[in-house]
């Protein structure tokens, strides 16, 4: 069984700032992790994602996340937030013999303020 | 190339109607998943279609619920009588079927809410 527990449902950030999305994820075999974001009356686009090679990912519009086997954690960053970051964001596990069929977290909701 | 398109976009139905969400897949995607989000909660797995056979369907919440996928093509989830707590969002993804370690694309999704 495979679990993702993301920490806070909303974050707050002034633009420029550090953005940290925090996702904790639990899974009895080598997962494959994921990081979607959903803007406003769009669909689920993935940022990027882990699937067993480099453990510092980095995706589109400057996030990174790095794998933490010791930590089970995925942490989602972005250096310097921008207000068209501003969406709800997504972690996500799955098994790397089915990457499409995965277990979400509740969803954190980003915020960034001028 | 196309994306994955949902069909419709939202609905509003009374409890106890009957709605059809309707998914078209990436062309010569043969993996077809469904998720849904109730409640602003995770979003949940449903099933899974490999062409046009269920291969898991370990997600659907019960029997008023009926996906089809007939002929491997397009997908659509049936929803019959409609309860209200039916109400949140439906997600549809795919990916092709020799690229299982490989994510798949979602779809805007469709916004269903049960009055």
């Known amino acids: 069984a495979q679990s993702v527990t993301q920490l806070g449902s909303h974050v707050s950030v002034s633009e420029g700032a550090l953005v940290l999305l925090r996702c904790n994820y639990s899974s009895s075999v080598p997962p494959y992790l994921f990081w979607y974001v959903q803007y406003p009356n769009q669909g689920l686009q993935l940022l990027l994602k882990?699937?067993?090679?480099?453990?510092l990912v980095k995706g589109i519009n400057g996030f990174e996340a790095e794998f933490k086997k010791s930590e089970t954690s995925f942490h989602l960053t972005k250096p310097s937030a921008h207000m068209s970051d501003a969406a709800e964001y997504f972690c996500a596990v799955s098994e790397s013999t089915n990457a499409g069929k995965s277990t979400f977290g509740d969803g954190t909701t980003l915020t960034v303020k001028p | 190339e196309a994306g994955v398109t949902q069909f419709p976009s939202h609905s509003v139905i009374e409890k106890g109607q009957t709605v059809t969400l309707r998914c078209d897949p990436i062309s010569g995607h043969d993996n077809l998943y469904w998720y849904r989000r109730v409640m602003g909660k995770e979003i949940k797995f449903l099933l899974h279609?490999?062409?046009?056979?269920?291969?898991?369907e370990s997600g659907m919440p019960n029997n008023r619920f009926l996906a089809e996928r007939t002929g491997g093509t397009y997908s659509t989830l049936k929803v019959q009588p409609a309860e209200l707590e039916d109400s949140g969002v439906y997600f549809c993804?795919?990916?092709?079927?020799?690229?299982?370690?490989?994510?798949?694309?979602f779809g805007q999704g469709t916004r269903l809410t049960v009055v």
């Open positions: 882990y699937t067993s090679a480099a453990t």
């Open positions: 279609f490999v062409k046009e056979s269920k291969q898991d």
């Open positions: 993804a795919s990916s092709q079927l020799k690229r299982l370690r490989t994510e798949a694309f």
